[in-house]
């Protein structure tokens, strides 16, 4: 089965050949596999990781504070309002069920056991996204999938910062990187 026709009406940065990406990759994870998203923005990629595997009986964990002033206060802006209602409302659309923490990256990390995810997707705040490598890094399988988006990126040097942790990384399509852990 392809991508699901209405994630591509979500707001988002996420192109199709990314989208089909993470759902053919989520699609590899065993069923009771868990997903984790560090940034879920209107819920565009994390409707293409729920369509892989929710109904198989995985986990998807979107992680975003969902906040535009914590987006204001590091100078941000977003095209699209996306709070927790309307990341809500549109997974609830899709019939999708994924669990939400709002919060932080860090936060989340702290309270997640060690060696328990198959899939991680870092696209939240780009400037951080070494420190959510190495705050996630324990937290991945021996042989899961750590991967994030915008790399090469527009700003805030994710290429350097994934590069100087993973020399080795592999490309996916677009701005898409990705490595087993």
Same mark, same amino acid.
């Given at each position: 089965m392809g991508l699901d026709k209405r994630i591509l009406t979500i707001p988002g940065w996420m192109d199709r050949p990314e989208l089909k990406w993470i759902l053919y990759t989520? *699609? %590899? #994870? =065993?069923?009771?596999? !868990?997903?984790? *998203?560090?940034?879920?923005?209107?819920?565009?990629?994390?409707?293409?990781?729920? +369509?892989?595997? #929710?109904?198989?009986?995985? $986990?998807?964990?979107?992680? /975003? =504070?969902? /906040? /535009?002033?914590?987006?204001?206060?590091?100078? #941000? %802006?977003?095209? $699209? %309002?996306?709070?927790? /209602? $309307?990341?809500? +409302? !549109?997974?609830?659309t899709l019939d999708f069920s994924p669990t939400i923490w709002q919060m932080t990256s860090l936060e989340a990390a702290a309270q997640t056991e060690d060696q328990s995810i198959d899939m991680i997707f870092i696209d939240a705040i780009h400037y951080d996204v070494g420190e959510d490598i190495d705050a996630w890094r324990s937290k991945m399988k021996p042989g899961s999938i750590m991967s994030g988006h915008d790399f090469p990126g527009p700003s805030f040097d994710v290429e350097g910062q994934v590069l100087k942790r993973f020399p080795n990384v592999s490309q996916g399509p677009m701005k898409i990187w990705y490595t087993n852990v």
């Open positions: 989520v *699609e %590899k #994870l =065993p069923d009771d596999g !868990v997903v984790v *998203e560090l940034g879920s923005y209107c819920g565009r990629a994390t409707a293409a990781m729920c +369509q892989g595997i #929710l109904g198989r009986g995985g $986990t998807v964990i979107a992680v /975003d =504070p969902f /906040d /535009d002033a914590d987006m204001a206060r590091r100078g #941000l %802006k977003s095209k $699209t %309002k996306c709070m927790l /209602d $309307t990341f809500k +409302q !549109v997974m609830a």
